[in-house]
């Protein structure tokens, strides 16, 4: 899939390095529910996203820059649920990348393919409640806000409250 300045490609061993620069990153981890610490454990990620294609649970690529190829973050649907026809959407980018639209650019081709390929209904975002920047790169979106679940998950041994956005899948003629 490709718009503009970006393209989704599969997610694909190499790409190790790059995930692992994701996801043991302070600021991108501060709100996100997964962390690595070593390259080594970053490998269950790798696995993570191998196994949600081939169980029919989602499908996560690479966001890469159209002229250059380079790896700017990752995103995509899990928990996906064919019967309610739904599935949870994702996305981080390395923090280069923060503040260019590219979240703008990328969420709409993952929403393409959730509603026209997979034929889903609804995409679920939830976000740390604190998470002011992805709450608000959310409502630009047109995800709608559904409400906070209080003090529903742990993280560094606190409770945190996260908010649920939904976005429903457009009258398409």
């Not at 610490?37 to 196994?51: C, G, H, L, P, R």
Request: proline share 2%; net charge negative; glycine share 6%.
């Amino acid at each position: 899939m490709k718009i503009d300045r970006i393209f989704l490609r599969e997610i694909v061993s190499d790409d190790l390095q790059n995930v692992f620069l994701g996801l043991s990153h302070p600021d991108i981890i501060e709100h996100y529910g997964v962390h690595f610490d070593s390259i080594e454990a970053t490998k269950e990620q790798m696995v993570w996203f191998k196994n949600l294609k081939d169980q029919n649970k989602g499908i996560w690529w690479a966001i890469c820059d159209t002229t250059t190829q380079n790896f700017l973050g990752a995103g995509g649907l899990n928990d996906l649920s064919q019967e309610h026809k739904k599935a949870e959407v994702g996305l981080w980018l390395l923090k280069e990348y923060w503040g260019q639209g590219i979240m703008g650019e990328a969420m709409p081709l993952i929403l393409n393919y959730a509603f026209d390929v997979l034929q889903l209904h609804r995409i679920e975002g939830f976000v740390d409640s604190e998470n002011s920047k992805c709450k608000r790169a959310l409502q630009k979106l047109n995800f709608n806000y559904e409400g906070t679940m209080v003090d529903s998950e742990i993280k560094k041994d606190q409770f945190i409250s996260v908010d649920l956005y939904a976005f429903l899948r457009p009258n398409r003629n």
